[in-house]
């Protein structure tokens, strides 16, 4: 049984379907790279299976337990988390703050943390992960003075808060210099060796190319291919959908 199932999911906007039937797995340990031109309703996946967004047809499952139509806070208490294209810090709190915020316990609530005394367990793993992402010694600056690359890593850091079983990584390169792409690579790869479950969806086709074992090619809502790197790069269908060919 995969540990993320997405069958043949749909998404309408009035008459416009930003989604249509895309059906994909996601295998324990799997690094899954999801690509596709502007538009091809790659970030509406991940909305519809994350639960910001109901979808207009199809199922979602997550270790076998169908999570569709779920609100996002039910998914990730389920062991989901994700990162967006727009990056989703807590700006007015402190690095430290954030990634505490983010350790909300999957049968617990955001109010409840808030309320409620951190154990040390916590914070240490806190520390831990911004030492591991290199920002530890940020971690009494507010969110809102970090440089750009250093509020990806933060915001990398807070999905990596619950211990989650699959991890969505919404274009985690974008935006950032050489040094900082190759950074977030290399924690991705290591993760991943780790154990990590991640899908990530990207436009650096070379870094993509590079970095996923498998990759899935949307267009126009439709999925049009999936396979080795190699596979994609040469398919017909997904030059097409790329460069008119």
Do not use: W
């Amino acid at each position: 049984m995969a540990l993320l199932e997405v069958e043949t999911l749909s998404k309408h906007f009035y008459e416009y379907p930003a989604l249509d039937g895309v059906s994909i797995e996601v295998r324990e340990g799997e690094l899954l790279g999801i690509i596709g031109p502007n538009g091809s309703g790659k970030t509406t996946l991940f909305n519809c299976i994350s639960g910001v967004l109901d979808p207009t047809g199809g199922r979602v499952r997550l270790q076998g337990e169908d999570i569709t139509g779920m609100s996002a806070d039910q998914v990730f208490q389920r062991g989901l988390s994700r990162t967006f294209q727009l990056i989703q810090v807590f700006p007015g709190m402190t690095v430290l703050d954030n990634m505490l915020m983010a350790a909300q316990e999957r049968d617990g609530t955001m109010l409840g943390r808030v309320l409620t005394r951190e154990p040390a367990s916590v914070k240490a793993r806190a520390h831990e992960l911004l030492d591991y992402l290199g920002i530890d010694f940020l971690h009494k600056n507010l969110a809102s003075n970090l440089s750009y690359g250093q509020q990806k890593l933060l915001d990398f850091g807070m999905a990596l808060m619950s211990k989650p079983d699959v991890i969505l990584l919404d274009e985690p390169l974008a935006g950032v210099n050489p040094t900082m792409i190759q950074n977030m690579v290399g924690h991705i790869k290591d993760l991943n060796a780790k154990g990590n479950t991640f899908v990530v969806i990207e436009h650096n086709m070379e870094e993509v190319m590079s970095l996923c074992e498998r990759i899935i090619v949307l267009s126009q809502g439709q999925q049009i291919a999936q396979g080795m790197p190699d596979e994609v790069a040469n398919n017909p269908l997904v030059l097409d959908a790329y460069f008119g060919r």
